[in-house]
């Protein structure tokens, strides 16, 4: 993928060693699933419309709009997820504040040195334990004055793996 000169994005696929250039503060999550696999540890995959960058306004212009694009979050070998979901479903989004790696403070063996994730948004934290993520932008990002994308412009809900071209 060449870079999108207008939205700013510069790959499709961002991974754990891009976490210092990604941000996630007013990122729509429309779904959240644990995938068993056939090794020991589950996936966490979170279906996201990620804000690849928000617009200042031009005058006469008030308001900031956003390049944003759906996109899939997945969390590799995951354990130790806890937390609180404190959604009422009533016409509000579930949206991300920030996502945090962290260092744990204990030694368990043999997972000594695996980050220790948090995820606090707008009705919801959540903290796990994962090797590493991946992040595919399935779509080339759109200009919107929302910080989300309707189901019909991001094609409904999705937790493919596959990276626009």
Do not use: C, N
């Amino acid at each position: 993928m060449d870079v999108d000169e207008e939205s700013g994005l510069t790959k499709a696929v961002w991974s754990d060693a891009d976490f210092e250039r990604m941000g996630w503060h007013d990122v729509t999550v429309h779904g959240v699933y644990v995938q068993r696999t056939e090794d020991v540890l589950p996936r966490l995959l979170f279906d996201l419309d990620y804000v690849v960058r928000w617009v200042h306004p031009v005058p006469p212009e008030t308001y900031f709009s956003f390049w944003v694009a759906p996109s899939t979050l997945v969390f590799e070998e995951v354990w130790d997820l806890e937390g609180d979901l404190d959604f009422k479903g009533l016409g509000v989004d579930l949206e991300l504040d920030a996502l945090h790696r962290l260092t744990p403070e204990d030694d368990r063996p043999p997972w000594h040195g695996v980050p220790l994730w948090h995820m606090e948004g707008r009705s919801f934290d959540l903290r796990f334990r994962a090797s590493g993520f991946r992040q595919y932008i399935r779509q080339p990002p759109r200009h919107s004055r929302r910080l989300s994308l309707t189901h019909a412009e991001r094609g409904g809900p999705s937790f493919a793996e596959t990276a626009y071209a």
